[in-house]
Structure formats: structure tokens, C-alpha cells
């Protein structure tokens, strides 16, 4: 399968932004989203289970992101809201078992 991630930009803090990943086929699987900062490793931001609605966060974005799937559009989705300088870095999308990867989308935000 085939990752697609989107919706990338360059915001001021306190403003949102929606990612997108769309899949090449139709996936039930999990869906996870993470982010890699200049210098610094990849690290986690949000979680989906396959088949289901049950989602886990990152401490640093908890309260803040959410992430949702449309199924009928192979689509998953990371809402981020309240955007903090921090939260600057290539966001990639990944299947739940880590094996497919997104290319990345980057999110820039200034304070």
C-alpha cells in the first residue's frame, strides 16, 4: 500500500492545520502519525486501530491533535489544533504495523 500525506503549511502559533493521509487501496489496518524534527528523532504523535475508533496521543500533543478515519476514503487524518513552535517538523504517515510509509508533509509554525 501506497501513503499519500498532506495538508502541510507554514501557520502562526495558535492556528490549526489538517493533515491528510490517503492510502492507494482500501486498508482497515491502524494508522499512525509521526514527526521528525530538524536534529532531532522521529518520534510519535497519534495512533488509530485498525477497524476501530480507539486512538492514543503523544503526552506533547494530547488535548490538542486528533486523528480520524473516513474508510470510504481509505483517508486518515490529523487535526491539530493550537499549534506551538514545537510542534514544527516533517509529519509522516505510517500503516499500524510500521511497514508503509508516507513522504512526509511539512508543518511550520512561527511564533
Known amino acids: 500500500v501506497q501513503l499519500q500525506a498532506s495538508g502541510g503549511g507554514l501557520v502562526q502559533a495558535g492556528d490549526s492545520l489538517r493533515l491528510s493521509c490517503a492510502a492507494s487501496?482500501?486498508?482497515?489496518?491502524?494508522r499512525a502519525w509521526f514527526r521528525q524534527a530538524p536534529g532531532k528523532d522521529r518520534e510519535f504523535v497519534a495512533a488509530?486501530?485498525?477497524?476501530?475508533?480507539?486512538?492514543t496521543y503523544a503526552d506533547s500533543v494530547k488535548g490538542r491533535f486528533t486523528i480520524s478515519r473516513d474508510n470510504a476514503k481509505n483517508t486518515v487524518y490529523l487535526q491539530m489544533n493550537s499549534l506551538k513552535p514545537e510542534d514544527t517538523a516533517v509529519y509522516y504517515c505510517t500503516t499500524g504495523d510500521r511497514a508503509f510509509w508516507g513522504q512526509g508533509t511539512q508543518v511550520t509554525v512561527s511564533s
Open positions: 487501496r482500501r486498508t482497515l489496518s491502524g
Open positions: 488509530i486501530l485498525g477497524g476501530s475508533i480507539i486512538t
